[in-house]
Nanobody, 118 residues
């Protein structure tokens, strides 16, 4: 099983980006999917989570600006980021709890860099 993240880049403050993360492999089902971020010198934090049933949760700092969604047919999770701020600058990682031919496991994507300039 692999998670492949994409969509990061450089954007001006107030702009938008959409991150994508696709899971591949012999996947039988995916439970929770989420996005984390790690800024320089800081610990990795959970940004947004979407459970198998579609419920979502966000860190307070992104509520109203970010939206997490998933396409179960494509085993893909998205993060739409609007009204970006310089403090959103970080490496963003996707995460998923997956049932596959290898059993149950917690998987991470490779990270995609988001840079917001003021």
């Amino acid at each position: 099983v692999q998670l492949q993240a994409s969509g990061g880049g450089l954007v001006l403050a107030g702009g938008s980006l959409r991150l994508s993360c696709a899971a591949s492999g012999r996947i039988f089902g995916i439970n929770d999917m989420g996005w984390y971020r790690q800024a320089p010198g800081k610990q990795r934090e959970l940004v947004a989570l979407i459970i198998g049933g579609g419920g979502t949760n966000y860190v307070d700092s992104v509520k109203g600006r970010f939206t997490i969604s998933r396409d179960n047919a494509k085993n893909t999770v998205y993060l739409q980021m609007n009204s970006l701020k310089p403090e959103d600058t970080a490496v963003y990682y996707c995460n998923a709890f997956i049932l596959s031919s290898s059993g149950r496991g917690n998987y991470w994507g490779q990270g995609t860099l988001v840079t917001v300039s003021s």
